[in-house]
């Protein structure tokens, strides 16, 4: 079974509410379906709540392993993203996850694997971009030219 999304607060706040709704006389179904859940979902946190008590549905910690940089350090690695690669001593503007594993390991004396680091960028807000497939040297203009008066003489018949 795994966790569901959203912040563990916001999942304490939706058991207690979908348990009052229920207490309050509102339909089982419709209260599921209300709070998104499955209906087994709301029958568990009613059992949950007869043997526990309201502290059986507080909010947990996330499961994991916590993260290795302060959320100073996490602030301070996106500046450092913001400014670039280039800024940053690398000899182009592309940011790689290998690159961001050297970047925190020189400034925060932090290993990561490579594989690990797009969690971690997703954390602090960042999300995978692809870079243009085309060359900076591109001339727009004589591809043009090119297309309207040389592509008829190439072209299939």
Not at 10 to 18: F, G, P, T, V
Request: charged share 30%; with cysteine.
């Amino acid at each position: 079974m795994s966790r569901p999304k959203g912040k563990a607060s916001d999942l304490e706040a939706k058991r207690i509410k979908a348990l009052r709704q229920l207490r309050e006389g509102t339909p089982a179904a419709e209260v599921a379906a209300e709070a998104g859940v499955h209906l087994n979902s709301l029958y568990r946190w009613q059992m949950m709540k007869a043997r526990g008590g309201h502290a059986a549905l507080r909010a947990r910690p996330t499961p994991g392993r916590p993260c290795r940089l302060s959320d100073r350090q996490k602030a301070k690695l996106t500046d450092l993203l913001l400014k670039g690669a280039l800024a940053n001593g690398f000899p182009t503007d592309l940011w790689t996850c290998p690159r961001i594993v050297t970047l925190i390991k020189r400034r925060f004396d932090v290993d990561y694997h490579h594989d690990h680091v797009g969690r971690l960028m997703g954390v602090i807000g960042f999300t995978c971009q692809k870079p243009k497939l085309r060359a900076t040297e591109r001339d727009e203009a004589a591809i043009e030219h090119w297309v309207r008066h040389d592509w008829e003489a190439v072209k299939k018949k």
